[in-house]
């Protein structure tokens, strides 16, 4: 897709507490819309994950998501985008 298409969807982190800390650049910074933030720990695997929904445009997700995947201690990043419709029920 091209760099400046506006989509939105969620970014899935995995990672260790050590590692929050540049999470934080990313939920903090104006480069995406932060719609809605979701942190928990899963105690089997001791990882914690990050759920963010966002909206930007498509090179400022993929900016975010190369600084993340070049973290220390970051052990998974995933984007699911959402498909986008004219209408709807939102």
Known sequence: MADEELIEGHLVVY????AETKLLDVRHSNDLDITSYNHSCMTHSHTCVDIIQAKGRA???RNAIETLQNTADVDKVTFVVAPVRNEGCC
Do not use: M, P
């Open 15 to 18: 990672y260790q507490h050590s």
């Open 59 to 61: 090179d400022k997700f």
